[in-house]
């Protein structure tokens, strides 16, 4: 148990499909992200929200779409994907304030585009 | 954006054998973190670094903090096929929010 849920852990679904994916983290963490991982590229951070407010979006396309309702839980809503968006999609958490411990992530969603 | 240069990309050792993989960059990072991942899994924290010239050790696992602040390495000893993964450096940029830059990652494979 990482401390850091996410559900589901794989997903298929078709270019029309709407899902999302969940996030949840239980170490009273105050900072969420989203990182895209694809075969052979490195991490790529996506989304950063700190105190459940957004405060980077790195140019991620609008057919992607986070939600952070509250500083343990982010989502990321999809709609119209495309095949290249099949990946590994990681949520991460980390205490901002006295001290930094890195990130604690969890163990991801594998999403399949068809 | 500021990049992270990790080698090497691969690395196929048998069993027993030490290993060495470092990361470099041109931009000075106040924290240097390594993480490895299991395949279908998220990165776990192996070792956080704070400081220039620090020494950590976990286990079998040790790193350092390079003196310049420009670089980390990480070594483990006597590897084992469970070491099998891939690591990844990672650093805090100065003024960056906590926000980190992670190397391409070193994929390790142990033929027992």
């Known amino acids: 148990e990482t401390g850091v849920t996410q559900t589901p852990r794989h997903l298929v679904m078709g270019m029309t499909n709407k899902k999302s994916l969940k996030c949840e983290q239980h170490?009273?963490?105050?900072?969420m992200y989203w990182y895209k991982q694809s075969a052979k590229k490195p991490l790529e951070l996506m989304f950063v929200?700190?105190?459940?407010?957004?405060?980077e979006n790195n140019s991620v396309p609008s057919r992607f779409s986070p939600e952070c309702p509250n500083s343990s839980h982010l989502f990321l809503h999809l709609h119209t994907l495309q095949p290249e968006d099949s990946a590994l999609y990681l949520c991460?958490?980390?205490?901002?304030?006295?001290?930094?411990?890195?990130?604690?992530f969890g163990s991801g969603t594998r999403l399949t585009v068809v | 954006g500021q990049q992270l240069n990790q080698s090497p990309q691969s690395m196929f050792i048998q069993e027993g054998e030490d290993v060495s993989m470092n990361c470099t960059s041109s931009?000075?990072?106040?924290?240097w973190l390594w993480y490895k991942q299991d395949p279908g899994e998220g990165p776990v924290l192996l070792i956080a670094?704070?400081?220039?010239?620090e020494l950590t050790s976990n286990g079998r696992l040790t790193a350092q903090f390079g003196i310049t602040r420009k670089d980390s390495f990480l070594n483990i000893s006597a590897s084992i096929p469970s070491d099998v993964g891939i690591y990844f450096c990672?650093?805090?940029?100065?003024?960056?929010?906590?926000?980190?830059?992670f190397g391409k990652g070193t994929l390790l494979t142990v033929n027992p």
């Open positions: 170490l009273g963490h105050n900072a």
């Open positions: 929200y700190n105190f459940k407010e957004q405060t």
């Open positions: 990672a650093g805090q940029l100065p003024g960056s929010n906590y926000k980190l830059t």
């Open positions: 991460a958490s980390s205490h901002l304030g006295q001290g930094f411990y890195g990130y604690t």
């Open positions: 931009s000075i990072f106040n924290t």
């Open positions: 670094l704070y400081k220039a010239g």
